[in-house]
């Protein structure tokens, strides 16, 4: 029978379409984790430290999970190690399956033989539900694992170590980002304030949510006629400066937005003139002009160009695709600047950073060793 | 353009196909709409190496098929809590009456078995590419494929 089906198209026939949600939702989740994994590689050091205490706890005290009630044993390769003992039989363990898992009535099991490396308990606190993330290898292979779980059921995310993240400590930050595997009130808030967990902005107007603050508000930058209508925004929640730039009209909005700290501009103005340039794919402020052979010219007027280094080595921005490049430090309107500019198909894409933005940036060395570090956050805008 | 308006446009571009994915791995919608929250977080992460690589929708799937929503045990499947929800998108699972024949008995399906199929039957990649995407052999794949067609067959010829 089956070189007679067509499985493709019965599989694809059976597989419900479900319905999309703002592309936004998504957007602020992974602003989230990016803040969160800055984090983690900002405190890396304390973190080590927060760990031993964590998992002196655990062993002490069974942390607020249920465990396995295995005696504990030595790894020689990691002191803080554990050995499982054997477990009441239960379901048989699929190969591929990670070696720890969740099951009703029994709670978490490890697999008989793995070796935990490291043990975190209660990953999201103040959750009804009981988390625990494990760092173990299981035949020779590292795992990562990370089990959430109530009366009703269990989530699990689970890897290979370093198939999706650098570390453990990144492994469990990226997974507990958004509040767990179970519905988060992050993900409500999402829906409610589509803009960066922030604010919700519809033809019917703009609502910021409880603890966010409005400091300046420009309206309609786009200069978008009725009944479309944009907004300009500097929005203040937790101690954090948001720059937004928002549409809105009968068929839906969208916008773009950004935390000041990561913003190349030095101040809001200069961030929303670059930002309504390119929603209307205009080129906005260019301090400076690139040529062929990769020197930067100023590219407006009382622009000085202190030094500057055609073809910079920085792959992660200037890729073998790339007919011309540049970087310069220039001084203008009193503050100085960067200008990285790369030509791909004869268009050219200017990162500007002031000075005052790129801390530790004082010459074009470390003005790139400074975008080299950013990379991973996608540079600077 | 900048990392929001590229991922964005991929995100409007490919979030149903993703989501789909997602259901057809876990079987529960509101699953699927965390997994894909979470891989997406991770893409978004990554986006100025994943997007070099041209690799955005490979990458997501990778993560999605080896960061599971945990399914073997559906008797015990969990209901997301009623209350404050708001106006989110997601519906509540279909009846079990309206789910097709062969979605059921892809559910039914071992994890493994299913992560073959919608790979390899669904999805169109090789036995190669679903050995690698899986991290597991490539005759482990041939057997649960084998295994996976033969229950999905039974469901069908009940139609």
């Given amino acids: 029978m089956s070189t007679h089906v067509d499985w493709r198209t019965e599989i694809d026939s059976a597989v419900e379409h479900l319905p999309d949600r703002p592309p936004a939702v998504y957007v602020a989740a992974g602003r989230r984790s990016l803040r969160r994994r800055r984090l983690v590689v900002g405190v890396a050091g304390l973190t080590a430290v927060v760990l031993s205490v964590s998992v002196g706890f655990a062993a002490t005290s069974g942390g607020s999970a249920p465990r396995s009630d295995a005696p504990v044993a030595s790894d020689p390769a990691v002191p803080d190690s554990e050995v499982t003992t054997p477990r009441p039989a239960g379901e048989p363990w699929a190969k591929g399956e990670a070696p720890a898992r969740v099951s009703p009535g029994t709670g978490l099991e490890i697999r008989d033989g793995a070796v935990v490396h490291e043990r975190r308990d209660n990953v999201y606190p103040g959750k009804d539900t009981q988390s625990v993330a494990l760092d173990l290898t299981f035949e020779d292979e590292r795992w990562w694992v990370l089990l959430e779980w109530d009366e009703g059921g269990a989530a699990t995310a689970q890897s290979r170590a370093a198939d999706t993240a650098d570390s453990f400590d990144e492994f469990v930050s990226e997974n507990i980002e958004g509040g767990g595997m179970f519905s988060a009130p992050q993900s409500e808030l999402d829906e409610k304030f589509p803009q960066a967990g922030l604010v919700n902005y519809t033809t019917k107007g703009l609502v910021v949510r409880k603890g966010a603050e409005i400091v300046r508000r420009v309206d309609n930058p786009m200069g978008l006629e009725s009944p479309k209508s944009s907004v300009g925004l500097v929005v203040e929640h937790a101690g954090t400066t948001t720059w937004m730039l928002l549409e809105t009209g009968p068929r839906g909005g969208g916008g773009s937005y950004e935390d000041e700290v990561d913003s190349g501009w030095p101040t809001f103005d200069l961030w929303l003139a670059d930002s309504v340039a390119l929603q209307k794919g205009q080129p906005g402020l260019r301090l400076a002009t690139l040529a062929e052979d990769g020197t930067l010219s100023p590219g407006e007027d009382g622009v000085q160009i202190l030094d500057q280094l055609p073809n910079p080595a920085i792959p992660e921005y200037v890729d073998e695709s790339a007919t011309a490049s540049g970087v310069a430090m220039l001084r203008w309107r009193g503050e100085t600047w960067f200008v990285l500019a790369v030509r791909y198909d004869d268009q050219d894409a200017i990162t500007t950073v002031a000075a005052s933005k790129a801390p530790g940036a004082d010459d074009i060395e470390s003005f790139l060793d400074f975008m080299r570090d950013h990379v991973d956050e996608g540079g600077m805008r | ?159």
């Fill in chain 2, 1 to 159: 353009m900048s990392r929001d308006t590229e991922f964005t446009l991929f995100v409007a571009s490919r979030q149903g196909h993703l989501r789909r994915v997602a259901y057809a791995l876990c079987g529960d919608p509101h699953r699927a709409e965390d997994l894909l929250q979470t891989s997406l977080a991770k893409l978004y992460v990554a986006w100025p190496r994943i997007r070099h690589d041209g690799e955005e929708e490979a990458y997501v799937r990778r993560i999605m098929v080896r960061a599971n929503i945990d399914e073997s045990r559906r008797p015990w499947r969990r209901e997301r809590a009623t209350d404050d929800l708001g106006d989110r998108a997601t519906p509540d699972t279909l009846p079990m009456e309206d789910r097709s024949a062969l979605f059921e008995a892809l559910q039914d399906l071992p994890v493994q078995q299913r992560k073959v199929v919608v790979l390899r039957h669904w999805l169109g990649l090789s036995i190669k590419e679903t050995a690698a995407e899986l991290g597991i052999g490539e005759g482990t794949v041939k057997s649960h494929s084998h295994r996976g067609l033969a229950a999905l067959e039974r469901s069908l010829s009940t139609r």
